[in-house]
């Protein structure tokens, strides 16, 4: 089945711990991004990357980390996480960028205490 | 002023009515819409996808872009308490070296009652 995973689906923390949000897509998509979806705020785009060792940044880069090393995985990193990080995360990916379809990952939502 | 405006409800409809969705844009420069459904714990899944001014028709659902008014309607025909979920508008333009920049509405919540 095509699908977009990401682990954990749940995760509580707290400030300052480092934690890796893993995501796989099994598609061979060369685009994969990550969103973080707050109330009243919408989803905004954290990095994308456009093809292995291709990130740049989205609209919300700070505190926030990314690597491509491999073509289906893009993980999220927080090297010290912070309260205002607590929020639902996703991970999106697509054959290319900006105009084919995004196809979502399931969520990760994170709360930092 | 943002990008992209959309009204986030929420909208609350009875079973077989018609639902207008909508959002506003200020940025002449966006190129593709689209919409995406996203039920309560999921993440979105694309449900229309259009590039020009004019009508796109799938079924139950209806898009439909103004470019010259900077504005793109969702339309669904005889809803179902199925269609209950957050509606998210999303557009895209070209920002170089290959990349295209994709923005969302907020999402417009849809309640649609038997």
């Known amino acids: 089945e095509a699908q977009v995973t990401q682990n954990p689906r749940y995760l509580i923390t707290v400030t300052g711990k480092k934690l890796t949000v893993t995501c796989s897509q099994n598609?061979?998509?060369?685009?994969m991004s990550w969103y973080r979806q707050d109330p009243g705020l919408g989803l905004r785009q954290i990095y994308y990357?456009?093809?292995?060792?291709?990130?740049d940044k989205g609209d919300v880069p700070e505190g926030y980390k990314v690597s491509r090393k491999e073509k289906r995985n893009f993980p999220l990193i927080l090297e010290s996480p912070s309260p205002n990080q607590t929020s639902l995360y996703f991970c999106?990916?697509?054959?290319?960028?900006?105009?084919?379809?995004?196809?979502f990952g399931p969520g990760t939502r994170l709360t930092v205490l | 002023q943002k990008e992209v405006e959309q009204d986030p409800g929420p909208l609350s409809v009875p079973e077989g009515a018609i639902v207008s969705l909508n959002c506003t844009y200020s940025n002449s420069a966006f190129q593709y819409f689209m919409w995406y459904r996203q039920y309560s714990r999921k993440g979105p899944e694309l449900l229309m996808y259009t590039y020009s001014s004019g009508n796109k028709e799938d079924g139950r659902f209806t898009a439909q872009v103004d470019k010259s008014s900077k504005y793109i309607s969702l339309f669904i025909r005889d809803s179902q308490p199925s269609d209950s979920a957050t509606y998210l508008c999303?557009?895209?333009?070209?920002?170089?070296?290959?990349?295209?920049?994709?923005?969302f509405g907020k999402g417009t919540k849809l309640s649609v009652i038997p």
């Open positions: 999303a557009m895209s333009l070209y920002s170089g070296a290959g990349s295209y920049q994709l923005t």
């Open positions: 990357s456009m093809n292995v060792e291709v990130t």
């Open positions: 999106a990916s697509s054959p290319s960028a900006g105009t084919d379809t995004q196809y």
């Open positions: 598609m061979n998509h060369e685009y």
